[in-house]
C-alpha cells in the first residue's frame, strides 16, 4: 500500500528529501501520512471490536494483542514523521 501512495518509509533519507521540497509537497505527504494512520486507527479498532467477543479465544486475543501493538507502532512512526516534516518546515522558514 505504501507504494501505491508513493511514500517509501524504509528510506529515512527521502524524509530529508521531502523536507527540502515545496510546501505543496510537504502538505501531500503529510495528508498521506493522516491516511495510513486513519487505516491502522480502524483497523485497530476492528481488532479491539473483536477483542470484546465473550466467544474470543486466548490464543486469539494474545494475537490480537500482538497485532495492536504493531499497529501503535505503525502510527506513532507515522505521527514522528508528520512532526518532522511540520519541525523542519519551520526551521526552514526560521533560517530563510
Do not use: C, H, W
Not at 6 to 31: F, H, N, Y
Not at 50 to 58: A, N, W
Amino acid at each position: 500500500m505504501l507504494e501505491k501512495l508513493g511514500l517509501d518509509m524504509v528510506q529515512p533519507l527521502r524524509l530529508g528529501r521531502i523536507m527540502s521540497e515545496g510546501a505543496e509537497t510537504r502538505r501531500e505527504t503529510i495528508r498521506r501520512l493522516f491516511y495510513l494512520i486513519t487505516i491502522a486507527a480502524e483497523d485497530a479498532a476492528a481488532l479491539a471490536v473483536e477483542g470484546q467477543s465473550r466467544r474470543l479465544l486466548p490464543e486469539d486475543a494474545r494475537t490480537s494483542a500482538a497485532n495492536l501493538l504493531e499497529l501503535g507502532i505503525r502510527i506513532e512512526i507515522l505521527s514522528s514523521a508528520i512532526t518532522e516534516l511540520i519541525e523542519g518546515a519551520e526551521k526552514g522558514v526560521e533560517t530563510a
